[in-house]
Each structure stands twice: as C-alpha cells, then as structure tokens.
C-alpha cells in the first residue's frame, strides 16, 4: 500500500512542472518583447549616456581669434650651445577676450612665456619661446601648442634651424660605447 500513491504523487508532480515551464516561457516570451522595444527605442532616440554634460554649441564668431604676424620663425644655422629667443606677437582679431589657458613646447629644450591676462578685441599679446640648443645638432623644428578659446582651439607655431655641432663639445671625453 505504500507504493500505491507514488504514481499518482509522479503524476501529479510532472502536470505541476509542466504548468510551471509554459509560465515560464510566457514570462520569457513577454521579456525578449520588451527587450526588442526597448532596443528599438534607444536605436530611434539614442540617450546620452548620465555622466555626460551637455554642451551648447557656441558660434565660433563671437570667440577670440588669433592673427599672428608669423606663425613660423627661422633661426638660421646656429652653434650648439646658442640661446634663441623669439617673441611671436599676435592680435586678437575675434568678438570676445582671448585667453590662452596653456602653452606647452614639443620638447624640453623649448620654454614658452605668454599673455597670462585676457586680450581684448583689437589689442595685442604675445607668446615668447626660448630655444637651447645644447646636446641638439641639425635640422630642428621645436613647436609650441596653444590652447586657447578660440575655433579651433588648439593652433600651433614653429620654430626651425640648423645647429652646428662645436669642435670643441666632440673633444669632450665621455663614455665610450665597445
């Protein structure tokens, strides 16, 4: 007589399954459909991801704008060793101040100086940079990135030249490579 009910529990227990796995895949079914409207959506209307800021456009007429004289300054054939310095001066030819929030050389044998005040519309600034020459020889084209508000709002300038190598700095003992 024990074994009489296990049947009927087997069955029972197989129809309370089988109930359960059509629930589920309803439950599924009616997932991966709001799962391919929600992708729908967001392909129609992408979001912009919530850590990100917005930004207004900003008409790059009403910025400041720089109008160098030059933008490229040839020191010649120099000696090695020499100092170099040449001031580029420019205008602020735009709607609104300039500022330069940095300058920064290709090289460590550059140092820039600049304007650290705004420059109004019509007045003049400069940047300075200063070339050593020391432990460099030949062609020699250090550049100076400025990063200012204006379109667009990086604009590079350029120095170049050759520098001789002294007969004296290769008489100078040092290591020796075997």
Partial sequence: MKYSFLP???LAGSLFVGSCDSKNKEKIEELEQKIAQLEQNQAA???????VQSVAQIDPSSLGKFKFDDMQFDFGTI???KVVEHTFT??????????ISNVQASCGCTTPDWSKQPVKPGEEGHVKVRFNSAHKSGAQSPTVTITANTSPSITKLKLKGTVNTNSTASNVAG???K
């Fill in 8 to 10: 009927a529990i087997l």
């Fill in 45 to 51: 209307q992408p979001r912009q991801p919530s850590n």
């Fill in 79 to 81: 000696d090695q060793g």
């Fill in 90 to 99: 420019f205008t602020n030819d735009g709607q609104s101040p300039l500022i």
């Fill in 175 to 177: 290591p020796v490579k």
